[in-house]
C-alpha cells in the first residue's frame, strides 16, 4: 500500500481506452463498476473529442456480485456488437473487475461473436497507463496483423500515437510531410486513426517508426520479427534529432536524406543576440522519458540551458534515462511521486522547469517558470492550432514554447537598466504575461479557487548566515528574476568560507566568484 | 396506467421508468472534492487503487495544492494476497499521514470498489485508528464506492457516516444537513435567523469541536436532494424531518423556509418581512437571466440527483418544458415534494441504459440536454445543446441569492449557441 497524492499515470485500462479511441472501428467491452465512466470525460472534456470513446463498461454494482457478473458481461459484450458493429472488439477488466476473476477474455472468445475478440491482461495493482498503451496495441497488432506484399514503393508505417497523447495529433501531420519530402509514403498510422483492417495490412510496410516507444514499442518489436520491419530508433524532437532521424531512414531505406530546412528557425532565433539572455539558464526536466530525452538535448545543445536535473515518472524507461542523466553528469530522478518531485525541484531551485502539468502546478507555487514538454497535459496542452513537437516546425514549436515562460532578452536588459523606476518594480513581472496567479487549471477547476501565492523561494537558505541590513538592501536591487540566485550563491559563498555574516562587500565576493 | 395523483398535475405517482445497463455516472469518491474544502481539519483516506486515484484528479481537475487534503493509499498486489497485512499496510501509511500532518482532526476512511471486493474491514480499522490516534484524531469510516453509490451519494455516505458518534442532546433545535459553499450557508443561517429560528446547526460542520448535536427534540430539514441515508440516520437517533421542496429558484427557497417556519410558529408577517424582498429580488434575477429559457424544452441524464428539484425550477420558474427527467434513483421521501410541484409530462427514469437513453435524447431533441462530462461534447457535436451536471453540483446555486445565477447557468449553453455564426461542419 502506498499513498499517493497526484498521479503521472492512469490504470492500464486507461491506456487500453487511448488505444481503443484512437482507433477505429475498434470496440472496447470493459468489465468495470459504474464509476470507470469517469474516464470518458479525459477524452471529451480534455481533449475536445466530438465523440463518446467506443467503449461499453458493464457497470456492475454490488448487488450484482453475489449473483452474475459473468453473464452482466456476455450480455454488454453482445448488445455492444450489435449496436456498434465494430470489426474487431478488445475486452479486458478495470481493477475491480480484476479481483471478481471472471475471465472476460476467455467469455467473450466463446460468444461466437463473428469478428475477432482479442483478450486484455493488465495486471491492475501492478502496472499502469502507458504499460496499458502499449500493450493493448501490441496485442491487436499480433492478433491482426499478417505477413502481406510489401508495397512497391517504399512505405512506412508510423506507429505509438493514441488519443490523450501529447501532441500526436501534430506529429503526425509533421512527420508524414518530412517523410513525404524524403519521398516515402506512409502506409498506415496507428493507432491513432487506423481500423483494424488497417491493422491486417501493417505487413505491407517496409520498416516501421516508432514515434513514442511509451506506447509503440513492444508492436514494433514484434513486427520487426515476426513481419522482418526495422524500426526507428530516433524519436524526431528537436533539430539534432530531426537530422539524425532521417539520416537513421536514409540507413534503413538506402534513400538520400532529404531535408527541407527553409521552414527551420530554432538555431538563428537561438543564435539571434536576443537569446543571449538564455546562456546557462539552469533547467530541470521531468516527464514520460522519451520527451524527457529529447528534450534535454534540445535543452543542452539548441538552446544552451544548462540541465542541472532531469528525471522520467515511467520507470520502463528507466535505464535509459539514468544513463542519459550520467551523461549530462547529474542524478536521475524516476519517480511517479509527486512530492519527491516538488522536493527534488525545491532543493536544485532551477531557473525553468520543463515538465508535464505537474511540475507546471510545482512551478507556481514555487514562483518558477515552466513550460510542458510532456503528458499528462491538460486542456490547454490541445491547441487549436497546428503545433507539433517532432520535425522542422515542431522544433520551431518548441523553442517559442519554452521561451515564453521567461522573461525576454531585451525586457531582461531593460529591466536591468530601469530597475529603480517605479514602472519596474519587482511586482510588475513580465509585460507579456497576464496577471498574477492566474488559474492554468481553467475549465478543468470546477471549485474555482486560485491557487496559493508562489512560495518567496529566495527566502533564507542558510538561518546560520545573518544578512547585514545594507547586504540585505543590495540584494533587493538585484533584479528579481535572478535574486533567489544571487541569494543561494553568497549564502552557499558564505557558509563554504565558514563566514557568519554577509555584507556588502561578501554579496560582491560571491557574485565576482560564481561570474562564468 | 396509475391511480390518480393527489394533485393532479404532479409527478408523485407518476410510474418510473427503471433501467438497467450502462450507467454514465461518477462514483461516491468524487464527493470528496467538495467535501474537504467544507471541513478544512478533515483528510479524506480512500483505500483503493490507481484508478481512484486517477478519478480523483481528474474530477478535481485542480492539482493546485501543495498538501491536499485527500489522498489515496493504493492496494498494490502485496495487499491483495492477504488480509492482515492490508490493515497492518494502513496503519502504517495512517501512521505516516498524521505524523507529517498534525493539522488533521477528522481522518475519514474512504472504502472503494476494489477495499469492498475483497472486503476489507474499514469499520474496523477506523476503530483501532480512533483508538490510536484520539481523543486529537476522530477517524471514521463510509464507503465511496461505485459498486455501492454514485456521485452525491459519497456525501451522504459521509454525513450518514458521522451521525451515530455525535453527542446527544434534549434540546429543541434545528439541524440543516448538506455541504454548501461558505457564502451560501451565511446566507442561509441569516433568513433562519431573520425568523427568529434557533439555534441552527449545520451538519458537516467545519471544525471537528464543535460537533452538531442530534436527540429527539430535533428537527432537520435537507439542503441536497441526495441525502437519503443521513436522513435515515437522523430519525435513527430520534429527529424529525421537515419535509419540504429544495431550495432552488424562489419558490422552491420559499416552500423551504416556509416549512421551517411553519415548525417554528414564525407568523406570516414576520415570514413575509424577512423573506419579501430577496423574493422580489430573486424573481427579477431569473426572470432576467432566465430569459432564453423561456418556451424551451429540457432532457435530463442521471447524475447528481438535482435532477428532480432543477426540473420543478425550470419548468415553473423558468417557463421550460421537462421531457425526461432521469435520476440515478428516486427517493420519494426526500424529493417527494418537489414531484408534487413537477407538472406530470415528463418521462421520469431512474437508473440507466446509456445508449438507450441516448437514443432517447436524439429523438427528443431538446432544446437543452443536461448531462455528464463523457457525454456533453459528443451531444454537442450532434447539434444538440447541453448543460454539463457536474457544474450544477460546484456553484453555489442554493437560496434566494443564487436563483438568478442559477437559471444563468442553464441559460448561458442557448445564449451560447445563438451567438455563434460559424456552424461546426
Partial sequence: MKLSVWTYEGPPHVGAMRVATAMKGLHYVLHAPQGDTYADLLFTMIERRDRRPPVTYTTFQARDLGADTANLFKTACREAYERFKPEAIIVGASCTAELIQDDPGGMAETMGLGVPVIPLELPSYQRKENFGADETFFQIVRHLAKPVERTARVTCNLIGPTALGFRHRDDITELTGLLMEMGIEVNVCAPYGATPSDIARLGAAHFNICMYPETGEAACRWMERELGQPFTKVVPIGVGATRDFLREVSEITGMVAKIDETRLRLPWYSASVDSTYLTGKRVFLFGDGTHVATAARIARDEMGFEVVGLGCYNREQARMIRKLAKEYGVEALVTDDYLDVEAEIERLAPEMILGTQMERHIGKRLGIPCAVISAPVHVQDFPARYSPQMGIEGANVIFDTWVHPLVMGLEEHLLHMFREDFEFHDEAGASHHGAKAVSPAGAGDPSGALPPDPQDISGPMNAEVIWLADAERELKRVPFFVRGKARRNTEAFASERGLAEISVDTLYEAKAHFAR | MNAPSPNPTGCRDAPLLKERGQREVFCGLTAIVWLHRKMPDAFFLVVGSRTCAHLLQSAAGVMIFAQPRFGTAILEETDLAGMADAQVELDREVERLLSRR???????????????????????????????????????NFSGSGIETTFTEGEDACLAAMVPDLPGTEARQLVVAGALPDVVEDQMLGLLEGLGIGPVAVLPTASADNPVAVGPNTVFALT??????????????????????????????????????????????????????????????????????????????????????????????????????????????????DMDLLPAGPVLSEGQDVDKQLDRARAARADLTVCGLGLANPLEAEGLTTKWAIELVFSPIHFYEQAGDLAGLFARPIRRRALLKVAVE
Avoid at chain 2, 474499514?122 to 483508538?131: I, M, N, Q, V, W
Avoid at chain 2, 429558484?249 to 410558529?265: C, K, P
Avoid at chain 2, 428539484?309 to 426526500?334: K, S
Fill in chain 2, 224 to 337: 441536497q436532494p441526495f441525502l437519503g441515508d443521513t436522513h435515515a440516520a437522523l430519525i435513527r437517533r430520534g429527529a424529525r424531518h421537515i419535509s419540504a421542496p429544495f431550495p432552488f429558484g424562489e419558490e422552491g427557497t420559499t416552500a423551504w423556509l416556509r416549512a421551517i417556519a411553519h415548525e417554528f410558529d414564525v407568523s406570516e408577517e414576520r415570514f413575509r418581512e424577512v423573506t419579501d424582498a430577496p423574493r422580489d429580488r430573486a424573481r427579477r434575477a431569473i426572470a432576467q437571466a432566465g430569459a432564453p429559457l423561456n418556451g424551451k424544452s429540457a432532457f435530463f441524464f442521471p447524475d447528481s440527483q438535482l435532477e428532480i428539484p432543477l426540473a420543478r425550477f425550470l419548468t415553473r420558474e423558468c417557463g421550460m418544458t421537462a421531457l425526461e427527467v432521469g435520476q440515478p434513483y428516486v427517493h420519494r421521501d426526500v424529493v417527494g415534494p
Fill in chain 2, 102 to 140: 498534525p493539522d488533521i482532526r477528522r481522518l475519514f476512511l474512504v472504502g472503494s470498489c476494489p477495499s469492498e471486493v475483497i472486503k476489507l474491514d474499514l469499520e474496523k480499522a477506523a476503530e483501532r485508528l480512533s483508538g490510536k490516534h484520539g481523543p486529537h484524531v476522530n477517524v471514521v
